[in-house]
Every structure is written in structure tokens, then in C-alpha cells.
């Protein structure tokens, strides 16, 4: 993920934060991606199986928490 944002970065020539103006367009970005690791562990939970006995679950959660201590911003 931090490496498809490094291009991106690099493709719009945007290699700037924002500082205290709010969020990044990075920071968007990995905020949507913890939303849908949290959503997804609420639907797998939903057809009864534990998220915790997966290992690519928890994976997708150490993904999310790197991308929580990427954020510019602290939420």
C-alpha cells in the first residue's frame, strides 16, 4: 500500500503533506482502507466465523495499523 501511494505521489509530482491543513489525499486513503479492514471483520463475523483464527485477516489488521502510524494527522 505505502508503495502504490509513493507513486501516486510521484505521478501527480504531490510529494508535499499538508501539514496542519487536515488530512492528506495519503491519509484519506489509508483511513478508507482501515474502514474496510474493520468492515470486512464485521461481515466475516456476521457468517459466523472468527476473524481472529485468520491468518490473511490478521494480516489485513497489520496493515491497518501501519497505516494508522503513516497518518499525518492523529485521530
Known sequence: ???SLKRLK??????KS????GF?????IR???MIDIEN????ITN???DPAVLEHYQKLL???SEAKSAMTTSN
Not at 10 to 15: C, E, V
Not at 24 to 28: E, G, I, N, S, W
Open 31 to 33: 483511513q478508507q482502507v
Open 10 to 15: 510521484k505521478g501527480r509530482g504531490t510529494d
Open 40 to 43: 470486512y471483520g464485521q461481515q
Open 62 to 64: 497489520q496493515l491497518s
Open 1 to 3: 500500500m505505502e508503495e
Open 24 to 28: 492528506t489525499d495519503d491519509d484519506k
Open 18 to 21: 499538508s501539514g496542519s491543513q
Open 47 to 49: 457468517y459466523g466465523v
